[in-house]
Nanobody, 121 residues
Framework: QVQLVESGGGLVQPGGSLRLSCAAS????????MGWYRQAPGRERELVAL???????NYSDSEKGRFTISRDVAKNTVYLQMIGLKPEDTAVYYC???????????????WGQGTQVTVSS
């Protein structure tokens, strides 16, 4: 069983900053990639940022330069530092992991429960 637990969401004024955290736990053999997606009301879930086991990163074009993804391999944790937040960044942010579970080495996609980020004055 695998769990992704997110923290760090909340209400922030335009131009402000937030840092999201996501810790993966359970019977994990290897994490191939971890990252963040978001979903705003009435819109499809979209990629925000991803980091692979090799350290490569991938960002959505709209977040480049404002968001930074990082990871702590030892803690199976990924972070998303967000600066210069805009009202259009308002969404539920979901942690994502592409990983293999220990007992059968089966690869799967796993999601956190989501954390709300609201950017408003």
């Amino acid at each position: 069983q695998v769990q992704l637990v997110e923290s760090g969401g909340g209400l922030v004024q335009p131009g402000g900053s937030l840092r999201l955290s996501c810790a993966a736990s359970g019977t994990i053999f290897r994490i191939n990639a971890m990252g963040w997606y978001r979903q705003a009301p009435g819109r499809e879930r979209e990629l925000v940022a991803l980091v692979t086991s090799g350290g490569s990163t991938n960002y959505s074009d709209s977040e480049k330069g404002r968001f930074t993804i990082s990871r702590d391999v030892a803690k199976n944790t990924v972070y998303l530092q967000m600066i210069g937040l805009k009202p259009e960044d308002t969404a539920v942010y979901y942690c994502y992991a592409d990983l293999l579970i220990s007992w059968n080495r089966v690869r799967g996609d796993y999601w956190g429960q989501g954390t709300q980020v609201t950017v408003s004055s």
